[in-house]
């Protein structure tokens, strides 16, 4: 890290730790599905929920927001590996591995390779805001506490890049006066494994330090046919340490350092519509195009590879009752790329013989925090933000447009053209840098008109600032054996290498809640959110875009019933989006060539219902269910003179999703317990390009896991199976016209069974 950027986190860092501020914690859920019956003992009731989803420890059954919430225990039983696994958990919310790689909720979110585009649903990761591109803040899912899903705009609390809602991950943190450590692995069929350690560790009476580690990874079930090698693999490991220091009651300190890695090498598979002489090298290669195809005939590999890191100091200090917390963090991001996208070996025949790029990020970010304790007749909430996040990326890009670079009879075809706009006398890399920095103020003052109704403001003032060059170097022609290429440049040459584009706003909402009994609240909400502008470049043009916002209306109820043995929580919500931030491609001056660039797609509508049940139907058995319907549509999209996308469907947005899950935990025989899982994930039918072309439609599906362990009495060892898709479900994650190749589709991990064994043992 270069050393003003170390000394500018020197300098945060100070400023944190002289105001003292630190700790916070999302709290423990409970579980959630279907309903009913009998008289309830406090060992049938439903474990309470803690959440922070306005910046303070609350029930979940007190907060005025729809909020699915997943315990550490949850996420461990359902035997995924990734936060964006989170899509199969947690209905409404969906990951879209394209175009940049963003989460969606009630269908809406924006993926870009246009690292100035704002994401719509915010990851936050104890505390943190994760806005780099393509950093999902974790990789493994290894000690986690909770995930918390806030549904619908959160702008006022967690800032701008939350208009579709907010994922908030605690990490477990360290426990004072307690030596104790978990070791676990597992492996399954095409290799898959996990291994991970988890070490608290007290050092005094006033410090502990808690470290995690993580290895994982997964063979692919496809094959480069040519290199003879799996296709669809993945590799990832991780650490993370935590340090707290309590030196007195009213005062806690937590420093943390995390570091992640993931490797994978899958690539868009051929399925249909490739000109004969493809399909013809692709079958003499062992390749048969197809809905279900998982093979490839490149003969160079493609690979992604992400690193991440950061460090940050989150300090907690009482002051009388008030709550004073400071955040600050550091945060850096590597992603390399290099993805042909051939379908037959480049010395045959290619159309993308070099595809290559590299982004790195570095962000420093602060934020200060005042609250009141709850229960007061004005509770109030308020606090300063700064974020700055840099990044800087490299890209390669060349096309033959279709032409062979052998043809049929012998004659070779090297006309090379430039994707990435203006070019040298041989070629050229392209390099952009971008520096987006956003200032905020913001607080939510609640007022308890009596026992049993309140009404809660909030607002948010941003201040943003984004600007984006973008350069060109020249660099030597690629080389291929055997063949002198030719390269060929966009004719229109660079005229605006920079730009800037700046935004304020100020966001509100509005909520109010009436508690029916003890176990029951109504609530209603009037929510406003906004992303700001930002800057693209179409080929060597200069295109900025404009503010996206957002005005959201949500009615909820929140009951617990039968003695608390089952908990039922409903809401319908309606969002309009305006000037919605969208995926779009356009055309590249001076070129036949298309770029995917973000632009303002018009209006947008997201409305719905959605809910979650939870049901202690015994000591033994509980029940954990939810679903979404979400209508995501254009209510306004003229794409251009002959194409109106008006009353279509956003990407990657299912109506329908849903999720069930049973557990069972009980004593078997004399001298053993078991604990049983099983789950049902499902989504209908989505389409992954913008108009709903019937090619990129993706069928509905549902996946079913499960895991069943062991225990002996009085052992701290467990041992069990699990397996994932046990269905065996085929399903794609999308599908991509890509010119003259034809349809292209994006595989899935988990798009065949996996079944393995695992073990645990604590101590």
Same mark, same amino acid.
Not at 319 to 342: C, F, H, Q, W
Not at 585 to 600: K, M
Not at 648 to 661: C, G, H, I
């Given at each position: 890290m270069p050393s003003t950027r170390r000394t500018q986190l020197g300098l945060l860092l100070s400023a944190s730790a002289s105001l003292l501020p630190f700790a916070q914690a999302y709290a423990r859920p409970a579980e959630a599905p279907p309903a $009913? &019956?009998?008289?309830?003992? =406090?060992?049938? %009731?439903?474990?309470?929920?803690? /959440?922070? +989803?306005?910046?303070?420890?609350?029930?979940?059954?007190?907060?005025?927001?729809?909020?699915?919430?997943?315990?550490?225990?949850?996420?461990?039983?359902?035997?995924?590996?990734?936060?964006?696994?989170?899509?199969?958990?947690?209905?409404?919310?969906?990951?879209?591995?394209?175009?940049?790689?963003?989460?969606?909720?009630?269908g809406v979110g924006s993926t870009s390779f246009d690292f100035s585009n704002e994401k719509s649903v915010s990851l936050v990761l104890d505390d943190v805001v994760m806005d780099a591109q393509r950093e999902n803040g974790m990789t493994g899912l290894t000690d986690i506490q909770q995930v918390d899903v806030l549904m619908g705009p959160q702008g006022t609390l967690f800032g701008k890049n939350s208009t579709a809602g907010v994922i $908030? &991950?605690?990490?477990?943190? =360290?426990?004072? %006066?307690?030596?104790?450590?978990? /070791?676990? +692995?597992?492996?399954?069929?095409?290799?898959?494994?996990?291994?991970?350690?988890?070490?608290?560790?007290?050092?005094?009476?006033?410090?502990?330090?808690?470290?995690?580690?993580?290895d994982q990874g997964q063979q692919g079930y496809g094959r480069y046919t040519v290199l003879d090698t799996h296709l669809g693999t993945f590799k990832e490991h991780g650490y993370r340490a935590k340090l707290l220091y309590r030196p007195i009651?009213?005062?806690?300190?937590?420093?943390?350092?995390?570091?992640?890695?993931?490797?994978?090498?899958?690539?868009?598979?051929?399925?249909?519509?490739?000109?004969a002489n493809v399909a013809a090298l692709q079958l003499a290669y062992g390749v048969t195009p197809g809905p279900k195809n998982p093979d490839s005939a490149d003969s160079s590999m493609g690979m992604i590879k992400t690193s991440s890191s950061g460090d940050s100091l989150r300090v907690q200090y009482q002051v009388g009752k008030d709550t004073l917390t400071s955040i600050t963090a550091y945060r850096e991001t590597a992603y390399d790329n290099d993805t042909p996208a051939d379908l037959v070996p480049t010395d045959k025949y290619a159309y993308i013989p070099y595809n290559s790029g590299r982004l790195d990020t570095s962000k420093v970010s602060q934020e200060f925090r005042w609250a009141s304790p709850t229960g007061q007749v004005v509770e109030y909430v308020g606090g300063l933000f700064y974020n700055r996040l840099l990044a800087a990326q490299t890209q390669l890009q060349w096309a033959t447009l279709g032409a062979p670079l052998v043809s049929p009879t012998g004659v070779k075809l090297t006309n090379f053209f430039a994707l990435t706009g203006a070019i040298g006398a041989d070629g050229n890399a392209s390099l952009f840098?971008?520096?987006?920095?956003?200032?905020?103020?913001?607080?939510?003052?609640?007022?308890?008109?009596?026992?049993?109704?309140?009404?809660a403001f909030?607002?948010?003032?941003?201040?943003?600032?984004?600007?984006?060059?973008?350069?060109?170097?020249?660099?030597?022609?690629?080389?291929?054996?055997?063949?002198?290429?030719?390269?060929?440049?966009?004719?229109?040459?660079?005229?605006?290498?920079?730009?800037?584009?700046?935004?304020?706003?100020?966001?509100?909402?509005?909520?109010?809640?009436?508690?029916?009994?003890?176990?029951?609240?109504?609530?209603?909400?009037?929510?406003?959110?906004?992303?700001?502008?930002?800057?693209?470049?179409?080929?060597?043009?200069?295109?900025?875009f404009k503010d996206e916002t957002v005005k959201s209306y949500e009615i909820g109820v929140k009951s617990e019933?039968?003695?608390?043995?089952?908990?039922?929580?409903?809401?319908?919500?309606?969002?309009?989006?305006?000037?919605?931030?969208?995926?779009?491609l356009t055309n590249i001056p001076g070129s036949v060539l298309q770029q995917a660039v973000i632009g303002n797609a018009g209006g947008l509508r997201s409305r719905g219902v959605e809910g979650t049940l939870a049901w202690r139907a015994s000591e033994s058995v509980t029940i954990n269910g939810?679903?979404?319907?979400?209508?995501?549509?254009?209510?306004?999209?003229?794409?251009?003179?002959?194409?109106?996308?008006?009353?279509?469907?956003?990407?990657?947005?299912?109506?329908?999703?849903?999720?069930?899950?049973?557990?069972?935990?009980?004593?078997?025989?004399a001298n053993l317990r078991m604990r049983a899982n099983l789950d049902y994930a499902y989504r209908s039918k989505t389409w992954t390009v913008v108009g709903q072309p019937a090619y990129s439609e993706v069928p509905g599906y549902g996946l079913v896991n499960g895991r069943i362990s062991l225990t002996p009495e009085n052992s701290d060892i467990e041992f069990g199976l699990y397996g994932r898709n046990l269905l065996n479900t085929y399903y794609s994650t999308g599908y991509q016209q890509y010119g003259a190749l034809g349809l292209l589709h994006y595989t899935a991990r988990d798009a065949y069974r996996t079944v393995g064994v695992f073990a645990k043992y604590a101590f």
């Amino acid at each position: 890290m270069p050393s003003t950027r170390r000394t500018q986190l020197g300098l945060l860092l100070s400023a944190s730790a002289s105001l003292l501020p630190f700790a916070q914690a999302y709290a423990r859920p409970a579980e959630a599905p279907p309903a $009913a &019956i009998e008289a309830t003992t =406090p060992a049938t %009731e439903l474990e309470a929920v803690v /959440v922070t +989803a306005q910046r303070r420890s609350e029930s979940l059954q007190d907060v005025p927001i729809s909020i699915t919430s997943v315990s550490g225990e949850t996420l461990e039983n359902s035997g995924f590996q990734a936060v964006t696994d989170l899509q199969y958990m947690v209905p409404g919310v969906q990951f879209d591995p394209k175009n940049g790689a963003a989460f969606q909720i009630r269908g809406v979110g924006s993926t870009s390779f246009d690292f100035s585009n704002e994401k719509s649903v915010s990851l936050v990761l104890d505390d943190v805001v994760m806005d780099a591109q393509r950093e999902n803040g974790m990789t493994g899912l290894t000690d986690i506490q909770q995930v918390d899903v806030l549904m619908g705009p959160q702008g006022t609390l967690f800032g701008k890049n939350s208009t579709a809602g907010v994922i $908030a &991950i605690t990490t477990a943190k =360290p426990v004072l %006066e307690d030596w104790s450590a978990k /070791v676990g +692995a597992s492996y399954g069929e095409r290799k898959d494994r996990n291994l991970n350690a988890i070490a608290n560790i007290p050092l005094g009476d006033k410090v502990a330090l808690r470290v995690t580690a993580f290895d994982q990874g997964q063979q692919g079930y496809g094959r480069y046919t040519v290199l003879d090698t799996h296709l669809g693999t993945f590799k990832e490991h991780g650490y993370r340490a935590k340090l707290l220091y309590r030196p007195i009651d009213d005062l806690e300190v937590i420093y943390t350092h995390d570091y992640q890695y993931h490797w994978d090498n899958t690539i868009r598979i051929g399925v249909s519509g490739a000109p004969a002489n493809v399909a013809a090298l692709q079958l003499a290669y062992g390749v048969t195009p197809g809905p279900k195809n998982p093979d490839s005939a490149d003969s160079s590999m493609g690979m992604i590879k992400t690193s991440s890191s950061g460090d940050s100091l989150r300090v907690q200090y009482q002051v009388g009752k008030d709550t004073l917390t400071s955040i600050t963090a550091y945060r850096e991001t590597a992603y390399d790329n290099d993805t042909p996208a051939d379908l037959v070996p480049t010395d045959k025949y290619a159309y993308i013989p070099y595809n290559s790029g590299r982004l790195d990020t570095s962000k420093v970010s602060q934020e200060f925090r005042w609250a009141s304790p709850t229960g007061q007749v004005v509770e109030y909430v308020g606090g300063l933000f700064y974020n700055r996040l840099l990044a800087a990326q490299t890209q390669l890009q060349w096309a033959t447009l279709g032409a062979p670079l052998v043809s049929p009879t012998g004659v070779k075809l090297t006309n090379f053209f430039a994707l990435t706009g203006a070019i040298g006398a041989d070629g050229n890399a392209s390099l952009f840098k971008a520096q987006n920095t956003t200032t905020a103020a913001f607080g939510q003052v609640k007022f308890n008109i009596d026992p049993k109704a309140s009404i809660a403001f909030s607002g948010r003032y941003t201040s943003d600032k984004n600007s984006q060059s973008q350069d060109f170097v020249t660099i030597d022609p690629l080389p291929i054996t055997g063949v002198k290429a030719t390269f060929t440049a966009t004719t229109a040459k660079p005229y605006l290498s920079r730009g800037t584009v700046k935004g304020e706003n100020f966001s509100y909402r509005i909520a109010g809640q009436y508690k029916l009994s003890d176990d029951a609240m109504l609530y209603a909400t009037y929510s406003t959110g906004y992303k700001p502008g930002g800057v693209a470049f179409v080929g060597n043009k200069y295109a900025p875009f404009k503010d996206e916002t957002v005005k959201s209306y949500e009615i909820g109820v929140k009951s617990e019933l039968f003695g608390r043995r089952v908990r039922l929580n409903l809401d319908v919500f309606n969002s309009e989006f305006t000037n919605f931030q969208a995926t779009i491609l356009t055309n590249i001056p001076g070129s036949v060539l298309q770029q995917a660039v973000i632009g303002n797609a018009g209006g947008l509508r997201s409305r719905g219902v959605e809910g979650t049940l939870a049901w202690r139907a015994s000591e033994s058995v509980t029940i954990n269910g939810a679903a979404t319907y979400a209508d995501a549509k254009f209510t306004d999209y003229v794409y251009n003179a002959t194409t109106d996308y008006t009353g279509t469907t956003l990407t990657n947005a299912p109506k329908w999703s849903t999720f069930v899950s049973v557990n069972y935990d009980h004593d078997v025989g004399a001298n053993l317990r078991m604990r049983a899982n099983l789950d049902y994930a499902y989504r209908s039918k989505t389409w992954t390009v913008v108009g709903q072309p019937a090619y990129s439609e993706v069928p509905g599906y549902g996946l079913v896991n499960g895991r069943i362990s062991l225990t002996p009495e009085n052992s701290d060892i467990e041992f069990g199976l699990y397996g994932r898709n046990l269905l065996n479900t085929y399903y794609s994650t999308g599908y991509q016209q890509y010119g003259a190749l034809g349809l292209l589709h994006y595989t899935a991990r988990d798009a065949y069974r996996t079944v393995g064994v695992f073990a645990k043992y604590a101590f």
